[in-house]
């Protein structure tokens, strides 16, 4: 079966810190692998997606098939990354399973 | 451009009352649709998808169903609300297709008492 698992509720960085959040996924397949995310007041959106190997607001993502993660970094954390973040996958499938999310705090 | 609208955004229920959670997608044909539940600690649980009309799949055996009257309408109902109903419920929508972006509405926010 399809599993995201998101290990940490909360992680709470300091502002100018690296931040990682986790994701790893058990699937035997080809996924295709997402963020979302949700800040404060405002609809869950997408962030990034593994296929488009692109950074959006210096975040970034690689997929580690060996590993079987997805982990979301970014070198230097700001204040208004605090949000809620949810890891997701999508296999051959029209179902999208979601992790239980991980809610990212960043201290000044 | 595409949108998506799910009303009411907030009900409170007795137990026992019928539910009816209305979702919409505008600029778009054929999409597919899906019913979330967001609980803390929980994360988003799959409850429904639909690829068409009339085509329903059911991820979470439980007191909820679903349906989808038009190609852009997706309906999420219960008979009899049970306490455990409670939570945040999210519609989303894509493309046609497997893979891709997922929109999600603005959500909507049942108590049931």
């Known amino acids: 079966a399809q599993r995201v698992t998101q290990p940490e509720k909360l992680l709470s960085v300091f502002k100018g810190a690296p931040v990682e959040l986790k994701c790893n996924y058990s699937?035997?397949?080809?996924?295709?692998l997402f963020w979302y995310v949700q800040y404060s007041r405002q609809r869950l959106q997408l962030l990034l997606r593994?296929?488009s190997r692109e950074s959006i607001k210096g975040f970034t993502a690689d997929l580690n098939k060996g590993e079987t993660s997805f982990h979301l970094k970014k070198p230097f954390a700001q204040e208004e990354d605090s949000a809620m973040y949810y890891c997701a996958l999508t296999s051959g499938t029209y179902k999208y399973i979601f992790g239980t999310g991980t809610r990212l705090k960043v201290l000044a | 451009s595409q949108t998506i609208h799910q009303w009411p955004a907030t009900l409170v229920q007795p137990v026992g009352s019928p539910l009816s959670l209305e979702c919409t997608v505008e600029?778009?044909?054929?999409?597919?649709l899906y019913w979330y539940r967001q609980a803390a600690g929980r994360g988003l649980q799959l409850l429904f998808y639909s690829v068409g009309i009339g085509q329903i799949s059911s991820e979470v055996p439980q007191n909820l169903s679903a349906s989808r009257p038009q190609d852009r309408q997706f309906i999420l109902s219960s008979k009899k609300l049970l306490l455990s109903d409670s939570g945040f419920y999210l519609c989303?929508?894509?493309?046609?297709?497997?893979?891709?972006?997922?929109?999600f509405g603005e959500g909507s926010r049942l108590t049931v008492l």
């Open positions: 699937y035997s397949g080809s996924p295709e």
């Open positions: 600029g778009t044909s054929n999409p597919n």
């Open positions: 593994h296929i």
């Open positions: 989303a929508w894509k493309s046609s297709g497997r893979g891709g972006e997922l929109f």
